[in-house]
């Protein structure tokens, strides 16, 4: 047997769930967004935040980040985005002036209403293969899945101290200067 010829362990893409998720995940954004760029000549990262602005009425970019797992410097370009376009107005926090919020204005609360139409009948078309029960199901599912997102990060950190330290040091330097950046 030839080294090309020996076997090769491989993941099994058809049970690999953070695959199917990460693919499921870029269809449906993909599509998303290709749709509300047609209709509504915005794209995904503005309905994201306008869902969660019509939700909160106030925000910080930092807030958005963290509920929904954005990036911080594509929230901050779509919050301008979004400000120049008159969907949200940004001010100051009045307790804590370095923190700027956003505000949903009435245009950005109507687009948001008429996008909203749309996404659920993609969630519905999504969902239409799946009883009601097994719906509940997978909504239990994934926030569980969710909430044990801190203990995968977790075990990501323990592996790599064991396995790869070098890793670990670059990381941590990574993770130290983001948390430096104003």
Same mark, same amino acid.
């Given at each position: 047997?030839?080294?090309? %010829?020996?076997?090769?362990?491989?993941?099994?893409?058809?049970?690999?769930?953070?695959?199917?998720?990460?693919? /499921?995940?870029?269809?449906?954004?993909?599509?998303?967004? %290709?749709?509300?760029?047609?209709? &509504?000549? $915005?794209?995904?990262?503005?309905?994201?935040?306008?869902?969660?602005?019509?939700?909160?009425?106030? =925000?910080?970019?930092?807030?958005?980040?963290?509920?929904?797992? =954005?990036?911080?410097?594509?929230?901050? +370009? $779509? &919050?301008?985005? =979004?400000?120049?376009?008159?969907? /949200?107005?940004?001010? @100051?926090?009045?307790?804590?002036?370095?923190?700027?919020?956003?505000? @949903?204005?009435?245009?950005? %609360?109507?687009?948001?209403?008429?996008? +909203?139409?749309?996404?659920?009948?993609?969630?519905?078309?999504?969902?239409?293969? @799946?009883?009601?029960?097994?719906?509940?199901?997978?909504?239990?599912?994934?926030?569980?899945?969710?909430?044990?997102?801190?203990?995968?990060?977790?075990? $990501?950190? +323990?592996? @790599?101290? %064991?396995?790869?330290?070098?890793?670990?040091?670059?990381?941590?330097?990574?993770?130290?200067?983001?948390?430096?950046?104003?």
């Amino acid at each position: 047997m030839t080294a090309s %010829q020996e076997p090769v362990a491989v993941i099994n893409l058809d049970r690999y769930v953070p695959g199917y998720l990460t693919w /499921i995940s870029n269809k449906l954004s993909g599509g998303a967004s %290709q749709a509300y760029l047609t209709a &509504f000549g $915005t794209g995904i990262e503005t309905w994201r935040l306008l869902v969660l602005l019509a939700i909160e009425r106030t =925000m910080s970019a930092q807030y958005a980040c963290r509920v929904i797992g =954005m990036d911080k410097a594509s929230a901050s +370009r $779509t &919050f301008k985005r =979004m400000q120049a376009e008159g969907l /949200i107005t940004m001010a @100051l926090d009045a307790k804590d002036g370095r923190l700027r919020l956003a505000t @949903l204005t009435a245009k950005g %609360q109507a687009l948001h209403d008429e996008i +909203r139409e749309l996404a659920l009948e993609r969630e519905r078309a999504l969902l239409n293969p @799946l009883s009601p029960a097994e719906r509940e199901l997978l909504v239990d599912l994934l926030h569980r899945l969710h909430d044990n997102l801190p203990s995968v990060e977790e075990a $990501t950190r +323990r592996y @790599l101290q %064991q396995r790869h330290p070098h890793a670990m040091r670059k990381r941590t330097s990574r993770e130290s200067q983001a948390a430096d950046q104003p």
